[in-house]
């Protein structure tokens, strides 16, 4: 990650990214050279859960990896996301203390098979990164 962040949670997000992008990296196929994109996305299936809203009256939503960089990713969902919309993402959905990770919705494109959100990780806003650490597990999906 090229930005530097003061915010105490910032090494415990960039952390999970990191140990996500790993999981993701193995057994996925890539972009290769030539490729339009200045970073590399690694291309596997991988089960997700999407958080909009404040803890007390957060909703959730299931969503399948589509492709991961370190800067972000997409996922198919079968919800259409706002651009600009704030959304958490439980990048290790079945193990109960995984961080979920702010992000900001990019695009949320409909296909044939779902809608396939882009999204910017947005660990480097300490306020983001707070309200995510204050979600209660037990509301999960």
């Known amino acids: 990650m ?15 990214i990191t140990r996500f992008r790993s999981f993701a990296e193995q ?3 890539h972009d290769g050279p030539p490729s339009r994109r200045q970073r590399k ?14 803890e007390s009256s957060a909703q959730h939503y299931s969503a399948a990896l589509h492709d991961a960089s370190e800067i972000g990713m997409g996922f ?3 919800h259409m996301f706002e651009k600009d919309t704030i959304v958490y993402i439980k990048l290790f959905w079945h193990e ?9 919705v990019r695009h949320s494109n409909p296909g044939p098979n779902g809608v396939l959100v882009g999204v910017e990780f947005a660990i480097h806003d300490a306020a983001l990164c707070e309200t995510s650490l204050r979600f209660d597990d037990s509301t999960s999906l």
Do not use: K, N
């Open 2 to 16: 090229a930005q530097v962040s003061a915010h105490p949670c910032f090494e415990l997000f960039e952390r999970e």
């Open 27 to 29: 057994r996925a196929g």
């Open 96 to 104: 109960s203390t995984a961080l979920r990770i702010p992000a900001i």
């Open 41 to 54: 996305r690694y291309h596997r299936s991988w089960p997700l859960e999407i958080t909009v809203g404040r």
């Open 76 to 78: 198919m969902s079968d």
